[in-house]
C-alpha cells in the first residue's frame, strides 16, 4: 500500500502537504488525498464529522484514522463517526490539530493511515 502523504506545514488556516501543495483543510489517505469541502457531506462544527466524511478514508484503505477537532477544538465528531469507525475496527485518534497532525506524521511512514484536518478553529 503506497504511504499517506506526510503534512509539511501547519499554521492557522494554512497547511502544506506532501505532494499536494497548499490548502486549508484536508482529507488524507494512503497514496494521497486532497482538499476537505465540508459542503459536499454538509459538515458544521456541530455534530461535526460526519460518517459521510472518513468514508473516503476507509475506500483508500486507512486502518487507522486521525481526526482534528480543529486550533481551538471547535468542530466537534458525530458519535455515529466513531461508532462507524469501531464497527469496522479501525484504530482512533481524535485531537487538536496540530496534536493530531503530530499523530498522524507519526504513524504515516509505517500504518495505512488516513486523516481529516481543519485548520482553524
Not at 458544521?44 to 477537532?69: F, N, Y
Not at 463517526?81 to 507519526?106: D, F, G, M, S, W
Request: hydrophobic share 40%; charged share 25%; with cysteine.
Amino acid at each position: 500500500m503506497p504511504p499517506s502523504p506526510k503534512i509539511l506545514h501547519i499554521a492557522w488556516g494554512e497547511m502544506e502537504v506532501e505532494n499536494l501543495g497548499p490548502g486549508k483543510d484536508f482529507k488524507l489517505f494512503p497514496g494521497g488525498g486532497r482538499e476537505w469541502d465540508w459542503s459536499e457531506t454538509g459538515t458544521r462544527h456541530s455534530p461535526g464529522i460526519q460518517p459521510a466524511d472518513v468514508e473516503e478514508l476507509l475506500a483508500a484503505g486507512a486502518t487507522t484514522v486521525v481526526l482534528s477537532r480543529g486550533m481551538d477544538l471547535r468542530l466537534e465528531v458525530d458519535p455515529r463517526t466513531i461508532a462507524l469507525l469501531k464497527q469496522r475496527e479501525i484504530a482512533i485518534h481524535v485531537a487538536e490539530t496540530r496534536e493530531a497532525v503530530e499523530i498522524y506524521n507519526n504513524l504515516a511512514a509505517s500504518t495505512a493511515v488516513g486523516g481529516l484536518f481543519h485548520s482553524t478553529c
